[in-house]
């Protein structure tokens, strides 16, 4: 039994990492390469603090609460640069993160992080305190899709300059889009941390924002069952097939690949083509 | 008191005068026509009072404000509706999703705060009277890849209409219409003007701007080289060799 | 000295850097796409190379088929992979191409196992003093053939019909079409003229390190985007400049800036830097 809970613990953390991503790619359409940085600022700021005797939800909120600072700095930086520029930014932000890790011994230099203490809540409650996570983080994103907030990120990630022109402060909605997504990151980081109770470097390599915007662009841009799908097939899968583990990475590397090129709608968008009233419709959500 | 006051505005891009001391106004209620002949500044000018280019010199003041330092949304939002030369809607939203997000400018003016509100449905109402306002609410659940050119010029209008702006702002709305297309829209923005809509119109087609028009203004060379009524101005000889200069026999007209 | 030793190592990883780069800004000045399994084509330059030397003993066929064989494959990826989705938001044939290089990289430690490939009779190995400069001849060898090979791009770009052909597409793709240049050509010739360099890049490293494996092109993969941002999407001479002038900083900052920073990083950082001055990068684009 300990080993399924452990199985649906770890995969409803990545849910919470990809649902985040989602806020910032796929309701705004500002393409992330370099999440799983913001997922470690969280896991390494509640694990020290952990480790130095603070409580562990405090810990928690002051891992999302950093997180998300750098997250408006870098959201900031997206405000200079456009599209490919933000991307390759990006991708930069998680080489400098893992650059700095590696070579601070006060963060645990490439041995990483160890011995992070139990939250004490158990195997279960654990795992529950990670559903609820999950349930709040549903919650927040069906509420940004269904508000006037969703409605302007659509836009901006369709033509942020006609959004401009229709008056709205596309700025400081990115920099939303950012704060919430990389705060949400900083408690998936947080959560993480606590679950396995040692991290280091390379559990936030380059590869792992590529995997977690695997789950984002499979699940379809911007649909939260989509992701949450896809991060669901994506985290268990190696799990249950284990030599699917050794060929995990070629999965994932073709698996991108064959979306991108054949249905890039991902799950989605492939739902949508077979069964048209799953479409999203202003008009249809609005008719309660 | 004028509506747009333009003041000497000069633009410089490398060695390139595009715009050089130029001083225009558009008044309450008018239909302003900027004309003149290709590459003569117009665009340039839209683009310096919607603040995506900054001018090297000059003011642009609405109804007394200084808008100079204000950023694109806020120049919008305190009454610039504009309709672009190329036609941009958002492509994964029908006409009527369009022109709705316009019209609920006022949930959408402090960000966090339209987190809270999830009410669309007066918008889309609104949108759907701006779509027939324009003559296309037949298009109003069509997806953008599935209607013509015209539709979506006049989809960009009532977009630029449903924040209910002071004046608008259009770039050459008549591009790429045929004939009777251009003279039914220009009809349109005739009777908008006529129920009260101040509209500054850049425009090729100079057989519709003379019918519509209540004063023209010209550039050449980003220089103005005429204002007036469209008679006076369009008899002007340095006005039609302007445009003669550059083939343009259709200034005839 | 040790300065100018330390200048030279930073021009000689700049010129393999420069390799790999121009053929990425090539492919985006003309795509607007972001080809991230160029480094792909890379690693197979070095795997071509060591393939062949280590069952014909030649190294120049080795470094034909390695250019070649990457032209040539470089042109198919485009054909299958990229042409299908020009019509697409960027996004999509940027994690498409992320998602197939992943799997390159899967496909060689599949195929030709997770340690790699070396010479067996290891060439260039020699040390060959020139001028006051120790190097080795595969050094020499690598500085010469960027070189050859880039001025060679030069020339084609500048002084014959195809490179006009392709500078007139790049421009103006429409003004381009209406003077009767063919836009596919003109597209499978950047693809394979990139590719010829990423080739070459990769069996030069092979050489050097004498050493060919899968995730080899990892690093380069990242370098090289975060190169032809910094040089101006799309512009070929600001790729140059700054390739060598990325080779030059790393190079001296391993040494002073190694406390606080992993050399890999430094790329990055440099990069943020300058767009956050200037957000076009260092030369404006095409």
């Known amino acids: ?288 | 008191m004028s509506l747009l006051d333009i003041r000497a505005i000069s633009v410089r891009f490398g060695g390139v005068h595009a715009l050089e001391q130029v001083t225009m106004n558009l008044n309450p209620g008018e239909i302003l026509g900027l004309i003149g002949p290709n590459g003569a500044g117009k665009t340039t000018m839209l683009r310096v009072i919607t603040g995506v280019v900054k001018a090297n010199h000059g003011e642009v003041q609405l109804e007394g404000e200084l808008l100079n330092t204000l950023p694109i949304h806020v120049r919008v939002r305190k009454g610039l509706g504009c309709a672009q030369q190329l036609v941009r809607p958002f492509r994964e939203m029908t006409l009527a999703e369009n022109v709705a997000l316009a019209a609920g400018a006022k949930h959408t003016q402090y960000p966090w705060q339209s987190l809270f509100r999830v009410e669309r449905m007066e918008a889309l109402r609104e949108s759907r009277n701006w779509l027939a306002k324009v003559g296309i609410e037949d298009a109003a659940d069509s997806y953008p890849e599935a209607v013509p050119l015209g539709y979506l010029k006049r989809m960009e209008v009532a977009r630029a209409l449903a924040i209910r702006p002071r004046m608008l702002l259009l770039d050459e709305p008549l591009a790429g219409l045929n004939q009777a297309e251009a003279t039914t829209f220009a009809d349109i923005l005739f009777e908008l003007n006529r129920q009260g809509q101040a509209i500054l119109l850049i425009e090729h087609n100079l057989a519709e701007v003379r019918r519509i028009c209540s004063r023209l203004v010209v550039l050449d060379n980003g220089r103005k080289i005429a204002e007036g009524s469209p008679e006076t101005v369009l008899k002007q000889s340095s006005v039609q060799e302007a445009y003669i200069g550059q083939g343009n026999l259709n200034a005839e007209n | 000295m040790l300065y100018l030793e330390l200048f030279i190592q930073g021009l000689l990883q700049g010129s393999i850097y420069a390799l790999i780069a121009v053929g990425l800004t090539l492919v985006y000045g003309l795509l607007r796409i972001l080809h991230v399994a160029h480094a792909g084509l890379y690693t197979l330059g070095g795997y071509f190379g060591v393939l062949v030397f280590n069952s014909t003993g030649s190294l120049a066929l080795g470094g034909v088929v390695a250019m070649l064989g990457v032209g040539v494959i470089g042109v198919i990826i485009y054909r299958l992979c990229y042409e299908p989705i020009l019509n697409q938001p960027p996004y999509v044939p940027l994690i498409a191409s992320i998602g197939l290089f992943i799997a390159m990289e899967e496909l060689y430690r599949i195929l030709f196992g997770s340690y790699g490939v070396t010479y067996t009779n290891p060439p260039l190995q020699k040390m060959m003093p020139l001028g006051g400069l120790y190097l080795r001849q595969g050094e020499w060898v690598t500085m010469l053939a960027s070189i050859v090979l880039i001025g060679g791009l030069a020339w084609l770009s500048r002084r014959t019909r195809l490179g006009l052909a392709w500078r007139a597409t790049v421009t103006d793709p429409q003004m381009a079409e209406s003077f009767g240049i063919d836009p596919i050509r003109v597209r499978y010739l950047n693809f394979f003229i990139g590719s010829i360099l990423a080739g070459a890049a990769g069996m030069i490293v092979g050489i050097l390190n004498n050493l060919v494996e899968p995730t080899m092109g990892s690093v380069p993969s990242y370098k090289a985007l975060a190169i032809i941002v910094l040089g101006g999407l799309g512009s070929v001479r600001g790729t140059l400049v700054a390739a060598l002038a990325l080779g030059v900083v790393e190079s001296f900052g391993t040494i002073y800036l190694g406390a606080v920073l992993n050399r890999d990083a430094i790329a990055f950082v440099f990069l943020i830097l300058v767009l956050m001055v200037r957000p076009q990068g260092m030369f404006r684009g095409v």
């Open chain 1, 1 to 288: 039994m300990g080993y399924e809970i452990s199985l649906l613990t770890a995969m409803l953390i990545s849910i919470i990492g990809s649902l985040s991503l989602n806020l910032i790619t796929g309701f705004c359409g500002q393409v992330s390469l370099g999440h799983v940085a913001f997922v470690g600022i969280g896991a390494y700021t509640a694990s020290l603090l952990t480790k130095a005797t603070t409580p562990f939800f405090a810990a928690l909120v002051a891992g999302m609460l950093l997180a998300g600072i750098f997250g408006v700095f870098v959201g900031l930086a997206s405000l200079r640069v456009r599209h490919d520029f933000l991307a390759i930014t990006t991708m930069g932000v998680n080489f400098v993160f893992l650059g700095v890790v590696r070579q601070q011994d006060w963060l645990g230099g490439e041995l990483g992080v160890s011995s992070i203490p139990d939250p004490g809540l158990g195997k279960l409650g654990f795992l529950a305190l990670v559903f609820g996570c999950v349930v709040l983080v549903v919650l927040l994103s069906m509420q940004i899709r269904r508000s006037w907030m969703g409605y302007v990120f659509e836009a901006i990630s369709g033509d942020e300059d006609t959004a401009r022109m229709l008056g709205l402060d596309v700025s400081r909605y990115k920099l939303i889009a950012f704060a919430l997504g990389t705060s949400l990151a900083g408690l998936a980081g947080g959560l993480y941390a606590h679950h396995v109770r040692f991290i280091y470097p390379d559990s936030f390599a380059f590869v792992e924002s590529i995997t977690i915007l695997a789950m984002v662009v499979v699940g379809g841009n911007g649909s939260i069952w989509g992701v949450m799908l896809a991060s669901a097939l994506l985290s268990l899968l190696p799990q249950w097939f284990q030599f699917i583990d050794d060929y995990k990475l070629l999965l994932y590397g073709g698996l991108l690949f064959a979306v991108m090129r054949f249905s890039p709608g991902g799950l989605a968008g492939f739902a949508q083509r077979w069964f048209p009233q799953s479409q999203k419709s202003f008009t249809l959500e609005v008719d309660k």
